[in-house]
């Protein structure tokens, strides 16, 4: 049977690079050289795309799904930690007594207002649901991910934000568009293919992944050479090793 994801497998129509070219072109205020990302949008073009408008494919939202994990361990001394906060949209929305936040950038006003990799070196607290959507690179997401598993508690589930990059133009890393997904997909391929968690990547909010810790050892399945170079073409060729789940089926296993 096809991956879920495949039904929104689409093409773009001809002439749609000339279009976003011209679109660069007219731009004003780039914070880049516009020769600079006409060049890089013709090597990385892929005439495939993925047919999503994620507000119309579910109102579900990557809060929904966290409070329901917290519902489902059920525990007053739950603890929450969010790995980047930005405006503190989904943070506020977190229904735990304890929640701690991390990110350098002094206007997200985090708990700690440190990096990820800081964080993770001092930290000696165990969490019970863990946040990832920090910096929005292949091997930070993937250093979260490892430090978070071992601070990870028993059952407790980790999320991550952004694992489906939409077109080439989302997945490409440094960013050059303002709705951006980075390469954080590749962290999915890792994870599908990880011993002592249960992993799935829910269709909702750019795509969710979630694990869930089934034993206490956990072997984080390494593919750095095969990956790094990767662009969102080999996107949509690898994604058929995930487990893709619509947004209310998994939010049902929930209850
Ligand atoms: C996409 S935003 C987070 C959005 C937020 N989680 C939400 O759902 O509303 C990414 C945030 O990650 C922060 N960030 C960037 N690099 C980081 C790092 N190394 N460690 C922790 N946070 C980082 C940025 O400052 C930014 O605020």
């Given at each position: 049977?096809?991956?879920?994801?495949?039904?929104?497998y689409n093409?773009?129509?001809?002439?749609?690079?000339?279009k976003i070219i011209d679109h660069?072109?007219?731009q004003e205020n780039s914070n880049?050289?516009?020769?600079?990302?006409?060049?890089?949008?013709?090597k990385?073009y892929c005439?495939?795309?993925l047919?999503?408008?994620?507000f119309k494919?579910?109102n579900?939202?990557?809060?929904n799904?966290?409070?329901?994990?917290?519902?489902?361990?059920?525990s007053?001394?739950l603890?929450y930690l969010?790995?980047?906060?930005f405006?503190?949209e989904n943070?506020n929305?977190?229904n735990?007594?304890?929640?701690?936040?991390?990110?350098p950038?002094?206007?997200a006003?985090?708990?700690h207002?440190?990096t990820?990799d800081?964080?993770?070196?001092?930290?000696?607290k165990?969490f019970?649901?863990?946040f990832?959507?920090g910096?929005h690179?292949y091997?930070?997401c993937?250093t979260d991910?490892?430090?978070?598993?071992k601070c990870l508690n028993a059952?407790?589930?980790i999320f991550?934000h952004?694992?489906?990059?939409?077109?080439?133009?989302?997945?490409?890393t440094p960013?050059?568009?303002?709705?951006?997904?980075?390469?954080?997909?590749k962290?999915?391929?890792?994870l599908?293919n990880?011993s002592?968690?249960?992993?799935?990547?829910i269709?909702?909010d750019?795509?969710l992944g979630?694990?869930?810790?089934?034993?206490?050892?956990v072997?984080?399945a390494?593919?750095n050479?095969?990956l790094?170079d990767?662009?969102?073409?080999?996107f949509l060729?690898?994604?058929k090793?995930?487990?893709?789940?619509?947004?209310e089926?998994?939010f049902?296993?929930f209850?």
């Open positions: 049977m096809d991956s879920k994801i495949k039904k929104f093409v773009h129509e001809d002439g749609y690079i000339e660069i072109s007219k880049h050289d516009k020769n600079d990302i006409i060049e890089i949008v013709k990385i005439d495939k795309y047919k999503i408008d994620w494919l579910s579900l939202r990557r809060w799904f966290i409070n329901a994990s917290i519902r489902k361990i059920r007053d001394k603890e969010e790995i980047g906060v405006r503190n943070f929305q977190i735990c007594i304890n929640k701690t936040s991390v990110d950038d002094p206007k006003n985090a708990t207002k440190i990820s800081e964080f993770f070196s001092k930290n000696k165990k019970d649901v863990i990832i959507d910096l690179d091997k930070q993937q991910a490892v430090n978070a598993l059952n407790g589930y991550f952004d694992f489906v990059p939409r077109n080439f133009l989302e997945e490409y960013r050059i568009v303002k709705i951006w997904t980075g390469d954080v997909w962290v999915s391929i890792e599908a990880t002592g968690i249960e992993f799935s990547v269709l909702a750019h795509g979630i694990i869930k810790k089934i034993n206490e050892t072997e984080y390494y593919q050479k095969q790094e990767l662009r969102f073409n080999h060729d690898l994604n090793v995930v487990n893709y789940k619509d947004a089926e998994a049902g296993e209850s």
